[in-house]
DNA sequence: ATCTAATGTTTACACTGAAAACATACTAGA
DNA sequence: TCTAGTATGTTTTCAGTGTAAACATTAGAT
């Protein structure tokens, strides 16, 4: 049916990233945990084996689909800083800010890249290391941001690290509803408040100069 | 074998405790998502539907064991508060403090908690209820510090939310491993550091005020 | 054209959450 | 004290899951 790509074309053409699409489908509309390969293989017409020759496992598929989720979150900040690259702090304000409308977009490819259903610690160098590409984001605009006097003189690592934390709950604690009675006018300024906080930590210049309503 | 309660001694006696502890126990080994009821019911040398009789669902099990997390949550960092009742900045690096190390003692119980297997916006006040049981202690260390001039001029919820969404955020990094590579001293004083970055933005006081070693 | 490896299928097994029908044992009311 | 009635636990059963093993097919190299 679908027009194969020119170099290979097996039965199905390419199943394994079809079956990493229909997956992540599923993911965001029933979540993670009720992810199963039986119902992607159906919604494929695929015999429920058949992702068996492409992934080892369940933990497999989902750790490619957690790595990719970290490219595209490294991408779209990446993006969010380069709108601002003479103005260190408006810039890791729409760092934050893309941050956060990734996870709130994606709530549930969030939640797979940080819910434990994968460990970080043991195995998958992959997975680490694209994870701290997505780290590496934050990291550059704290470094720049000390060269120029803006941030505190600290270890950038630091202030990479206290960002992260930061952005890092309130995207957890976005996806997981505790900010719900929230309408989306005000969720923004609340957002945009607590990052601004998080952001007086760290930085030389007086409050008042911390923008709080740049576009994202 | 154990003696019984006064007031009613059935088959079991407690199942529905006993339950609820051997089910902490095996998700503190295997983790929330592979906990199996029938598993638990055999740890108990019960039949595998027994639990049916007081949970309505394995949903409400979790969701009763999430509960009881935030309550013991609420009652450390509520203890650590109490630790420094003069000292505004001291006793919330204590609450934090207590916090991260209760996720640390505990990361798949605090993962369940908050991991999204439950969801909190729909259904469950209860345990919307007890959740913000463990945010008001947060709240009510902003309010006084607010009030004595410690914190700076701001809605004492919003310094809450920030605080927590810092604070929860280091504990998901921390459980999730990604601050695996320090060795326990380092990452003691990294988190303090962290946490002191986020006091320096929410106070009135100059840096070296803030304590950076108090123990918890 | 044939061989080989990559891909997909069929079948099978052990495990799970949960419903239904049944069995027991405690509690209360006569 | 005897007798319901109800709270608790068991057996049986079903549909759904991850995944291993044996088999079938197809693509690309020889």
Redesign the interface.
Known sequence: MVPMNSKTQYHHGDLASAFMDAAIKRIAQE???KLSLRAVARDLGVSQTAPYRHFTDKTHLLSLLAQQGFQELADCTHKAAMLHPQDTLKAIMCVGMSYLKFAQEHPEHY?LM????L????GNNELKNV?LSSFGVILQQMTLGVERGDLIQ?EPT??A??C??????????L????Y?DYEARELDT?LR??LW??????TTKPISQIPLDEPV
Do not use: N, P, Y
């Open positions: 979540g993670v945990d939640r940080f819910g434990g259903t460990k970080h610690e043991c994870s600290q630091l202030l690290h206290s992260w934390a930061k952005v890092h709950g309130m995207a957890m604690l996806i997981d509803g505790f719900a609340l408040s607590l906080l998080s952001l007086r930590g760290i």
